[in-house]
């Protein structure tokens, strides 16, 4: 199982998910939900529960690694993101994973902001050294 781990950049930190986020991401699923078309994104407690007790059973066959979006400026929880399908590789250099930052769940304010930019493929450094495969 890939290790928990807290990212903070200057706007967000991505939070371990844990089952306490789920009042929260229910608030900010449930402002409003005109782009959520196309994206899984539960509207009610017992769906939100499902989604965060879904996403902690990927993180533990190691598949997933979840995290909540927490806003540092409005010191609330914004929404929900997980990186997928983790690679573990021996090259390049040892202590580096690259995996797809993919699922994301955003609340209204952020969801054509500079937060949700930088969704892409980003290399994130190991908390721990990677495991072997």
């Not at 844990?18 to 229910?26: K, N």
């Not at 539960?42 to 996403?55: G, L």
């Not at 066959?61 to 929900?80: C, K, M, N």
């Not at 609340?107 to 493929?121: M, Q, Y």
Request: aromatic share 10%.
């Amino acid at each position: 199982m890939p290790p928990a781990v807290t990212l903070q950049g200057s706007r967000v930190r991505l939070e371990p998910l844990t089952p306490s986020h789920v009042d929260a991401l229910v608030r900010a699923a449930t402002e409003s939900r005109d782009t959520y078309d196309f994206t899984l994104v539960p509207a009610d407690h017992v769906a939100m529960t499902r989604y965060v007790q879904a996403a902690l059973e990927d993180q533990g066959t190691g598949w997933a690694l979840p995290f909540a979006i927490y806003d540092l400026h409005s010191q609330a929880v914004v929404g929900a993101t997980r990186f997928l399908d983790l690679d573990y590789w021996t090259w390049p250099p040892p202590g580096r994973r690259d995996a797809p930052l993919r699922d994301p769940m955003w609340s209204l304010p952020w969801r054509r902001s500079a937060v949700p930019g930088s969704r892409h493929r980003p290399s994130v450094p190991a908390a721990t050294p990677s495991p072997s495969c």
